[in-house]
């Protein structure tokens, strides 16, 4: 019997680095009209290169590649990145197909819906909530939440905890294997690997399950619960 799903956010309810790629191509472009000296091959190597350093959700890029370039902030070039970024990524926000379908789906199976995601809790619901899916889970935890990050076993537990729901009841869906199936498994819990969304080329993600398309969840759901 399967009682709770337990999501991934990026990658899994939304093309994450599709929507940052788009974004962050935007900025570039603006800060260069606005007088940014670089190309944009050497501003896009220079940005990845921070991302790696300071992690993908770091929220002061721009201001870090203008300070290492010319050792102060131009607000002109700044605010140009920093306007073209949002409007960008406003515009490429989206869900994966059959997303709000799917989630309304499970809902009417009475399934409670959960979110684990190691994105600052600030940028989840935002990204929740522009995507118009907030309303539809039971729980949001991310890495503030609990300090821990998948595969740690802690937020896969507390979710479960809030959720009320034992983890051989739980399925939990995600892209990257190395941290959301391995993380579940540790805790008792069914797995399903999101391969639409995998971005490493993951050959053997090691779940029960493996789907190209969300809605494949709901077939799952149905062979267990024999609805």
């Known amino acids: 019997m399967i009682k709770a799903i337990v999501f991934d956010l ?4 939304v093309d994450f680095m599709a929507m940052k790629q788009q974004a962050i191509n935007a900025a570039i472009r603006a800060m260069i009209d606005a007088g940014l000296p670089l190309t944009f091959d050497q501003a896009q190597k220079k940005i990845d290169h921070i991302y790696q350093e300071r992690g993908i959700e770091f929220q002061k890029v721009f201001d870090t590649l203008l300070y290492d370039e010319t050792s102060q902030l131009d607000y002109k070039v700044l605010a140009a990145g920093i306007i073209a970024y949002r409007r960008a990524r406003e515009a490429a926000l989206v869900p994966y197909p059959h997303v709000f379908i799917t989630l309304v789906q499970l809902i009417k199976r009475g399934i409670k819906l959960a979110v684990v995601s190691d994105a600052p809790s600030r940028e989840a619901w935002l990204r929740l909530t522009y ?5 539809l889970f039971d729980v949001v935890l991310t890495h503030e939440d609990t300090g821990e990050y998948k595969p740690s076993p802690v937020p896969f537990k507390t ?3 809030r959720l009320g729901t034992d983890a051989s009841e739980a399925l939990m869906v995600g892209d990257w294997a190395e941290r959301d199936v391995v993380g579940a498994a540790k805790v ?10 995998d971005t490493f080329g993951t050959k053997h993600s090691g779940a029960d399950y493996e789907i190209n398309d969300i809605q494949d969840i709901v077939k799952i759901v149905d062979h267990y619960n024999k609805t």
Do not use: P, S
């Open 159 to 161: 979710a479960l905890e």
């Open 10 to 13: 990026d990658n899994t309810l």
């Open 131 to 135: 995507l118009n899916l907030h309303h």
């Open 188 to 197: 008792g819990m069914k797995t399903v690997f999101a391969r639409y969304g």
